[in-house]
């Protein structure tokens, strides 16, 4: 099978690397083939150098790179339009969604699952703050939306190629990315993880 990782970036120099590292030891035992896709979201920071320098000397590595800052659920769009896998990859660029649990993720997508969404059991080294409004932002989303949108979920998943598809097809701005899957139907399954902090840098 070939497998397409999607990521947005917003100036994480000092996670893609790393990122790129654990992506690829996991990436290359588990898919035939695989392409990481990263989008660069006008960073401030050397982030899109460091794509470029990956794509350079791996030809597994693609980029795209926005003309100003359009926020996260653009940049994934982006890179869910260029994805070309049959499985696709949602997953953050600050390694607080460990690569390590994407074998998780296809071995379900292989038991018949078509969403595979990761759910947060901890979260560390997040403030009282920032749990707190995530907190009630999936209650109050719970509340207002016809949707049922898992909650303690972020955006990190595995989607089959055909909701990439029904995704692909709501061309709405401003998006709720997450919503659009939950709202696609399929078969939708957890798979369950405890979040690390950010490896660097900070929350936007
Ligand atoms: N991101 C982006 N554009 C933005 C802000 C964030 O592409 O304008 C990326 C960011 O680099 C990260 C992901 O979206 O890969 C999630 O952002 P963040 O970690 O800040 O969100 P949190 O985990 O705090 O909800
Ligand atoms: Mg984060």
Do not use: A, M
């Given at each position: 099978m070939k497998l397409s990782v999607v990521i947005p970036v917003y100036n994480e120099e000092e996670n893609l690397r790393i990122l790129y590292e654990r992506l690829s030891t996991v990436i290359k035992a588990e898919a035939d083939g695989y392409e990481l896709i990263f989008v660069d979201?006008?960073?401030?920071?050397?982030s899109l150098s460091v794509i470029r320098e990956l794509a350079g000397k791996d030809s597994n590595v693609k980029y795209v790179s926005f003309s100003r800052n359009f926020g996260h659920e653009i940049a994934s769009t982006a890179g869910l339009d260029r994805a070309s896998g049959d499985a696709v990859v949602l997953i953050d660029a600050?390694?607080?969604?460990?690569?390590?649990l994407i074998p998780e993720l296809i071995a379900k997508w292989k038991d018949g699952a078509e969403v595979v969404y990761a759910r947060r059991r901890r979260r560390s080294g997040e403030s009282f703050f920032k749990r707190t409004t995530s907190f009630l932002f999936y209650r109050l989303l719970q509340m207002l939306s016809e949707v049922p949108i898992p909650s303690?979920?972020?955006?990190?998943r595995l989607m089959d190629r055909r909701v990439v598809e029904a995704v692909r097809?709501?061309?709405?701005?401003?998006?709720?990315l997450r919503g659009l899957v939950s709202w696609a139907g399929f078969r939708q399954e957890p798979v369950y993880y405890d979040r690390d902090e950010r490896k660097g840098g900070r929350t936007k």
């Open positions: 979201d006008d960073s401030r920071d050397n600050d390694v607080q969604d460990p690569p390590e303690d979920t972020g955006d990190f097809q709501c061309r709405e701005n401003p998006r709720f």
